[in-house]
């Protein structure tokens, strides 16, 4: 089966500092995708990042970056200089071309401070 | 339109009436997402059409709810005599996908749409 956990309920951060959100997931497949998604409080979800497993090089998307750990199944996301915008929700989830199923994790809830 | 569209935005109806919940994917995705999000929680999945199918539906809470889809684009989702605990905010999603497969079009990327806030009463 597949899992994505996230056990940050909720995190804070100061305002251009820089924050890590973790996530562990469990997968079948062998061959996979790891995503983070960012949903503000205006509801909509949108990719923040995007890896697949079969890269060795961790993604970045300007000030978001992720430390891919294949072997402990970890997929950590870190924003740096952190922004009143980046306040979200942020899920983690995997989809592999073998199933249809996006696995979503329960979710960070982010704040930035001022 | 550019993005994934639902309709309505917001909907309060009283327990025990029917309401319908539309989506409308980006055009060319075939594949096809339906989510439940409780207040502060994560997304329940509900349903996945590739084309006008739907191969899994083991989401749906219950007989109350079902989801259709036609021409291979709107997709529609039914809750019949709805209860309190089926407030929640439903998101659709939709991708390029293909019977599982990525294909040179496909990221892998969901594209979401801004859901659909059922309250019940």
């Known amino acids: 089966a597949q899992t994505v956990t996230q056990s940050q309920p909720e995190m804070s951060v100061q305002e251009a500092e820089t924050v890590t959100l973790s996530c562990t997931y469990d997968?079948?497949?062998?061959?996979?995708?790891l995503f983070w998604y960012k949903q503000p409080p205006s509801r909509q979800m949108i990719l923040v990042i995007r890896?697949?497993?079969?890269?060795?090089q961790n993604a970045t998307e300007n000030r978001f970056s992720v430390n891919f750990q294949k072997a402990a199944k970890s997929f950590s996301l870190k924003i740096s200089d952190s922004q009143l915008g980046d306040t979200a929700m942020y899920f983690c989830a995997t989809w592999g071309p073998g199933t249809y199923k996006y696995i979503f994790g329960t979710g960070t809830r982010l704040k930035v401070l001022a | 339109g550019a993005g994934v569209s639902q309709s309505p935005s917001n909907k309060v109806t009283e327990k025990g009436k029917d309401v319908e919940l539309r989506c409308d994917p980006i055009s060319g995705h075939t594949a096809l997402y339906w989510y439940r999000q409780s207040l502060g929680q994560g997304l329940e999945f509900l349903i996945y059409f590739q084309g006008n199918s739907a191969p899994d539906k083991s989401g749906l809470p219950s007989d109350r709810f079902s989801a259709e889809r036609t021409g291979g684009s709107v997709s529609t989702l039914t809750i019949q005599r709805t209860q309190q605990e089926d407030s929640a905010v439903y998101l659709c999603?939709?991708?390029?996908?293909?019977?599982?497969?990525?294909?040179?079009?496909?990221?892998?990327?969901?594209?979401f749409g801004e859901g659909s806030r059922l309250t019940v009463l």
């Open positions: 999603a939709s991708s390029f996908l293909r019977g599982g497969q990525a294909t040179h079009l496909n990221t892998g990327e969901l594209f």
């Open positions: 997968t079948s497949e062998s061959n996979y995708y």
């Open positions: 890896q697949e497993a079969y890269k060795q």
